[in-house]
T-cell receptor, first 114, second 112 residues
Framework: QQQVKQSPQSLIVQKGGISIINCAYE??????FPWYQQFPGKGPALLIA?????SEKKEGRFTISFNKSAKQFSLHIMDSQPGDSATYFC?????????????FGTGTQLKVEL | DVKVTQSSRYLVKRTGEKVFLECVQD?????MFWYRQDPGLGLRLIYF???????EKGDIPEGYSVSREKKERFSLILESASTNQTSMYLC???????????FGSGTQLSVL
């Protein structure tokens, strides 16, 4: 069964700190790894994504680190701000026996405190 | 501004009722998706469609069906609602398969 395991379930970080969320996958056919951000009352929105041909991708304060051999990827939020408080989902997709479907992790609720 | 609109924000239905959840996108996207979101389980794919009148099962299609008669509209149907279908339902669309999904704000369905 396709699985993407995400941790931690919840995270509290002080303003200005670094938030780190980790994901691990099993299926080596996965070749696209996005992160989505969801605010209360809204649907998720794409934040940043990476393909396995690079080990890191940075967009502003958000960085994805990718470790292909360990089958792990993580989201780092530098200089975390209260406005970053949201639920974050990692996901993965690729051609598999079940077709090209996007599989999400279980989500991490991030709270950034002043 | 791109938009995915779900017809209802909150919906309360009785067990056994037939339920229709409607979703419309204004981006001329080929691909549309229905997910359900439950605490601790993340987002799980119910059905998706890569073209008009085309549908494919996701990971949890049991108890659901879909209809896509027009490119912009994707409907999720609960043939006979059950209490275990109480959930947040999210519709999404994309231009290129699984890349950059645009989500609606969701429909919180309660089945009593």
């Amino acid at each position: 069964q396709q699985q993407v395991k995400q941790s931690p379930q919840s995270l509290i970080v002080q303003k200005g700190g670094i938030s780190i969320i980790n994901c691990a996958y099993e299926n080596t056919a996965f070749d696209y790894f996005p992160w989505y951000q969801q605010f209360p009352g809204k649907g998720p929105a794409l934040l940043i994504a990476i393909r396995p041909d690079v080990s890191e991708k940075k967009e502003g304060r958000f960085t994805i680190s990718f470790n292909k051999s360990a089958k792990q990827f993580s989201l780092h939020i530098m200089d975390s701000q209260p406005g970053d408080s949201a639920t974050y989902f990692c996901a993965a997709s690729g051609l598999t026996g079940g077709g090209n479907k996007l599989t999400f992790g279980t989500g991490t609720q991030l709270k950034v405190e002043l | 501004d791109v938009k995915v609109t779900q017809s209802s924000r909150y919906l309360v239905k009785r067990t056994g009722e037939k339920v229709f959840l409607e979703c419309v996108q204004d981006m001329d996207h080929e691909n549309m998706f229905w997910y359900r979101q439950d605490p601790g389980l993340g987002l799980r794919l119910i059905y998706f469609s890569y073209d008009v009148k085309m549908k494919e099962k996701g990971d949890i299609p049991e108890g659901y069906s879909v209809s896509r008669e027009k490119k912009e509209r994707f409907s999720l149907i609960l043939e006979s609602a059950s209490t275990n279908q109480t959930s947040m339902y999210l519709c999404a669309s994309s231009f290129w398969q699984n890349e950059k999904l645009f989500f609606g704000s969701g429909t919180q369905l309660s089945v009593l």
